[in-house]
């Protein structure tokens, strides 16, 4: 079946150090990938939507700044939290729409802990 | 904004018996919905889903039951298995949304043997 391979899967960095997360499609072409963050003992939260070729789409109250995304290819595409601070520290997961079970394909998830 | 899944944090039952995880949803646009099981660490694992032209659907030991008329959501574990502890969260997808899942707040399930 469809599978989007995230990685890191896990990762640890230092407070205003930059980190990368990348979310690749396998056997299938991703125009579209969600990017969802979520909290301790909380719900996915999503953050953005990046779009191959063009500008992703931010959500409410999420810096596009701060959390650059790039979908330069129709496999790939990554999550960057640049300057991370403690309160980054989340688990970040990326979905692709139109294939897998109910037509999404979840990756793995990153857990990134900024100290 | 419109929110998804209001309901109990979490739930205990006893291995064998059948479980019930509710969810709320306040968006009447959304006209297709899912539930996903999460273990910790990991991402959502699909588990059964339902159209909003359906009120009930069957999987294997799952049944989800929707109820348009009070925007309400439910998910029936059969048998529920010590595997089964996790994470449930419901999630819905709005007409013209651009396949944009909104989850709910997610219910923690806890199976005691």
């Known amino acids: 079946g469809a599978v989007v391979s995230q990685h890191p899967s896990r990762v640890i960095c230092k407070s205003g150090t930059s980190v990368k997360i990348e979310c690749r499609s396998l056997d299938f072409q991703a125009t579209t990938m969600f990017w969802y963050r979520q909290f301790p003992k909380q719900s996915l939260m999503l953050m953005a939507t990046?779009?191959?070729?063009?500008?992703?789409?931010?959500e409410q109250g999420v810096e596009k700044d701060k959390f650059l995304i790039n979908h330069a290819s129709l496999t790939l595409s990554t999550l960057t939290v640049t300057s991370a601070h403690p309160e980054d520290s989340s688990f970040y997961i990326c979905?692709?729409?139109?294939?897998?079970?109910?037509?999404?394909?979840f990756g793995s998830g990153t857990r990134l802990t900024v100290v | 904004g419109e929110s998804v899944g209001l309901h109990l944090p979490t739930l205990s039952v006893q291995e064998g018996d059948n479980s019930i995880i509710n969810c709320a949803y306040s968006?009447?646009?959304?006209?297709?919905f899912i539930w996903y099981k999460q273990e910790s660490g990991k991402g959502p694992q699909f588990i059964i889903d339902?159209?909003?032209?359906?009120d009930k659907r069957q999987g294997q030991r799952v049944t989800v039951l929707l109820n348009k008329t009070v925007k309400h959501l439910s998910l029936q574990i059969a048998a529920t298995q010590p595997g089964d502890s996790a994470v449930y969260f419901c999630a819905e997808n709005t007409r013209g949304s651009a396949r944009q899942l909104t989850f709910g707040s997610g219910t923690q399930l806890t199976v005691l043997p």
């Open positions: 990046s779009n191959e070729g063009s500008k992703a789409t931010y």
């Open positions: 968006n009447s646009a959304s006209d297709y």
């Open positions: 339902i159209r909003s032209n359906m």
């Open positions: 979905s692709a729409p139109g294939q897998g079970a109910a037509g999404y394909t």
